[in-house]
């Protein structure tokens, strides 16, 4: 298969860009591999080495003792994906809709608050990372590029995630923004109604007023790269900065700002009249609940991203691999369910439509990339998803991402 990969990262195209999404077989190819990461955990480790301690703890952690973190990642590895062997497809289909569009696989990029951190001009790499491979990109209200800079530069759609502020004027202008950028989706985020305490960032003195010590600065002498590109591009919330007032527009001061005014909890009122405000694809993330989604789906979104905020909201929160049958169950096939919080491959993906998601957001799968090659290390991760999710589809038998094989997945928490 795609040993021909057309990309600067593998010397050739990458199954489902610009391609029908079709992936031809692969019997007994060499792995072609990117000169960048042979897989995902050498982008993990080299984002670990370029970004500072609290930089990095701040993408990595979860909420106090990240019980419901680490159970994200364990309930997928106790599933299995079954196995078959004699029912090869020649062509496997990877390409799926889900939050109102065409995705080259059923895998999209999760907001990201704060990404300029991680990469200068993040939000703009990574959006022009997900236009090139064909699949979703949620820009958060927390961005670092503004929704306007996104536009101008991304090279494709892009969903706007907004986190509702207690003005109904700014979330307002927020969705004429987005309207005006042409965004297809406003993804509104109702999983925050207040911030999940997170342990790793207060023990690193990420605090107000931030808590500096002598090994921040030592640690940040170990990573000059980090230090001079950080330098160089500044970030702020730039989506926020507008209605911030005076000229200071730097991080601290317009966080300090919007921090009282996001409205946390999300009500029906707050739903419905989005759903008024909003003609195009609304899609609701961070609910974990049967009766919740119910909710969300009678008050007309198309579109629901079952999320435990990837384990950084409700401590004891159970994963998302585990409710979603249940949710299946409870709201039938035809709604749209997509899955995230803990996915960080191919397997898992194929896991995740295994148990009744129609697709995946990934977080800090593809955040890993963006910190250690910006645009190329996002595009070097989806090339490796994708490359996974092929190898996963090849060894189960299953010829499309929309017609999945019988109990394709079963393990101790499974329903198949
Ligand atoms: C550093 C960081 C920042 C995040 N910022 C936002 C955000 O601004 N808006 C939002 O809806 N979710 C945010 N999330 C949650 C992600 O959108 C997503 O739900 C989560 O990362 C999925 O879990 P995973 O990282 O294990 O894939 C953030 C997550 C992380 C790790």
């Given at each position: 298969?795609?040993e021909?990969?057309?990309?600067?990262?593998?010397?050739?195209?990458?199954?489902?860009?610009?391609?029908?999404?079709?992936?031809?077989?692969?019997?007994?190819?060499?792995i072609?591999?990117?000169?960048?990461?042979?897989?995902?955990?050498?982008?993990?480790?080299?984002?670990?080495?370029?970004?500072?301690?609290?930089?990095?703890?701040?993408?990595?952690?979860g909420?106090?003792?990240?019980?419901?973190?680490?159970?994200?990642?364990?309930?997928?590895?106790?599933?299995?994906?079954?196995?078959?062997?004699?029912?090869?497809?020649?062509?496997?289909?990877?390409?799926?809709?889900?939050?109102?569009?065409?995705?080259?696989?059923?895998?999209?990029?999760?907001?990201?608050?704060?990404s300029?951190?991680?990469?200068?001009?993040?939000?703009?790499?990574?959006?022009?990372?997900?236009?090139?491979?064909?699949?979703?990109?949620?820009?958060?209200?927390?961005?670092?590029?503004?929704?306007?800079?996104?536009?101008?530069?991304?090279?494709?759609?892009?969903?706007?995630?907004?986190?509702?502020?207690?003005?109904?004027?700014?979330?307002?202008?927020?969705?004429?923004?987005?309207?005006?950028?042409?965004?297809?989706?406003?993804?509104?985020?109702?999983?925050?109604?207040?911030?999940?305490?997170?342990?790793?960032?207060?023990?690193?003195?990420?605090?107000?007023?931030?808590?500096l010590?002598?090994?921040?600065?030592?640690?940040?002498?170990?990573?000059?790269?980090?230090?001079?590109?950080?330098?160089g591009?500044?970030?702020?919330?730039?989506?926020?900065?507008?209605?911030?007032?005076?000229?200071?527009?730097?991080?601290?001061?317009?966080?300090?700002?919007?921090?009282?005014?996001?409205?946390?909890?999300?009500?029906?009122?707050?739903?419905?009249?989005?759903?008024?405000?909003?003609?195009?694809?609304l899609?609701?993330?961070?609910?974990?609940?049967?009766?919740?989604?119910?909710?969300?789906?009678?008050?007309?979104?198309?579109?629901?991203?079952?999320?435990?905020h990837?384990?950084?909201?409700?401590?004891?929160?159970?994963?998302?691999?585990?409710?979603v049958?249940?949710?299946?169950?409870?709201?039938?096939?035809?709604?749209?369910?997509?899955?995230?919080?803990?996915?960080?491959?191919?397997?898992?993906?194929?896991?995740?439509?295994?148990?009744?998601?129609?697709?995946?957001?990934?977080?800090?799968?593809?955040?890993y990339?963006?910190?250690?090659?910006?645009?190329?290390?996002?595009?070097?991760?989806?090339?490796?998803?994708?490359?996974?999710?092929?190898?996963?589809?090849?060894?189960?038998?299953?010829?499309?991402?929309?017609?999945?094989?019988?109990?394709?997945?079963?393990?101790?928490?499974?329903?198949?």
């Amino acid at each position: 298969m795609n040993e021909q990969f057309d990309s600067p990262l593998f010397g050739s195209p990458v199954a489902g860009t610009e391609d029908s999404g079709e992936h031809a077989p692969r019997r007994g190819a060499m792995i072609r591999t990117s000169p960048l990461a042979n897989h995902a955990g050498d982008l993990k480790a080299l984002a670990r080495r370029r970004l500072p301690r609290i930089v990095y703890d701040f993408l990595e952690g979860g909420s106090h003792d990240e019980i419901s973190m680490r159970r994200n990642r364990a309930d997928f590895d106790a599933l299995f994906l079954r196995q078959r062997v004699f029912d090869h497809f020649a062509a496997r289909k990877s390409q799926a809709n889900m939050l109102g569009q065409r995705a080259s696989m059923p895998v999209g990029l999760a907001p990201i608050g704060m990404s300029g951190v991680f990469y200068p001009r993040a939000e703009i790499c990574v959006a022009r990372a997900a236009a090139a491979f064909g699949v979703p990109y949620c820009l958060s209200t927390l961005a670092t590029c503004s929704i306007e800079e996104v536009s101008a530069a991304a090279g494709g759609p892009f969903l706007f995630q907004l986190f509702m502020m207690k003005d109904r004027a700014i979330n307002a202008s927020l969705l004429e923004r987005a309207a005006e950028a042409k965004c297809p989706g406003l993804v509104v985020n109702v999983d925050t109604a207040v911030q999940g305490r997170r342990n790793r960032d207060l023990d690193n003195g990420v605090t107000i007023p931030l808590n500096l010590r002598l090994w921040h600065l030592f640690d940040l002498v170990r990573r000059p790269r980090w230090v001079a590109r950080y330098l160089g591009n500044k970030p702020t919330l730039a989506n926020l900065a507008p209605y911030a007032p005076g000229d200071s527009k730097d991080l601290a001061s317009v966080s300090d700002w919007a921090e009282p005014r996001f409205k946390g909890a999300v009500h029906t009122e707050d739903l419905e009249w989005l759903r008024q405000q909003w003609p195009g694809t609304l899609i609701v993330k961070g609910v974990l609940d049967p009766e919740d989604v119910k909710i969300a789906l009678d008050l007309g979104a198309d579109s629901v991203v079952v999320s435990n905020h990837g384990g950084r909201q409700l401590e004891g929160a159970p994963s998302t691999i585990e409710m979603v049958p249940r949710i299946r169950d409870a709201v039938g096939d035809d709604a749209e369910l997509i899955l995230d919080s803990g996915v960080r491959s191919g397997f898992d993906v194929l896991k995740a439509l295994g148990r009744g998601a129609n697709g995946c957001l990934v977080g800090r799968a593809y955040i890993y990339g963006l910190a250690a090659h910006g645009e190329q290390g996002v595009a070097a991760a989806l090339h490796l998803l994708a490359q996974e999710l092929d190898e996963a589809m090849t060894l189960t038998g299953t010829g499309n991402v929309n017609a999945l094989p019988e109990n394709l997945v079963f393990g101790p928490s499974s329903r198949g």
